[in-house]
């Protein structure tokens, strides 16, 4: 739920009351949670990166998975674990490798797990890529920059330098408008 902190006011009682105002119903999560502890997370928002860039990308990747031969997740997957900073390493317990890389591919398509060894015994480490569906706009840039460099080696038409900077530039202005 989107919103912005509209009031702050401390109880007798030292706890504190956080107040926030949303424009969707709160009415169900009230019903659902009303006296029951929760975890509350705040982030400062941000727009989704526009489905501009998101399309622009699968199109390469058909073609690039046309041009090879090849399945166009795989295309997808490789691209992911081409570029940097999408993913995490965790040393996992080597008899709960197996769930947590079943697990954590449940989330989509480009969430994958590379496994190597760790120097702990009884441990293995598991690099965990991030899908797209989570990239932030620079995150996005980079892999759309892998897949640009991929359809060029193979000869297939990519949209300029300028036309991808211009619509990454609006992508970052959706996700930073200015105030």
Request: charged share 25%.
């Amino acid at each position: 739920m989107t919103g912005e902190i509209s009031g702050i006011s401390r109880n007798m009682d030292g706890t504190w009351n956080l107040s926030f105002k949303v424009k969707d119903d709160p009415r169900q999560i009230w019903s659902k949670f009303q006296g029951t502890p929760v975890d509350v997370e705040i982030k400062k928002h941000r727009k989704k990166r526009s489905l501009d860039a998101n399309a622009y990308c699968w199109v390469l990747i058909d073609q690039i998975a046309a041009n090879m031969h090849l399945d166009k997740a795989e295309v997808y997957r490789e691209a992911i674990r081409g570029i940097g900073g999408v993913s995490t390493t965790v040393c996992v317990p080597d008899n709960a490798v197996e769930k947590i890389r079943q697990g954590w591919s449940k989330n989509g398509m480009g969430w994958q797990t590379e496994t190597t060894k760790s120097k702990i015994p009884g441990c293995t480490n598991v690099v965990m890529y991030y899908g797209s569906s989570v990239y932030d706009t620079y995150q996005m840039g980079l892999l759309i920059d892998h897949v640009v460099q991929d359809a060029k080696a193979l000869g297939i038409e990519t949209l300029t330098p300028q036309e991808i900077d211009q619509m990454m530039r609006m992508e970052h202005e959706r996700q930073h408008p200015a105030k």
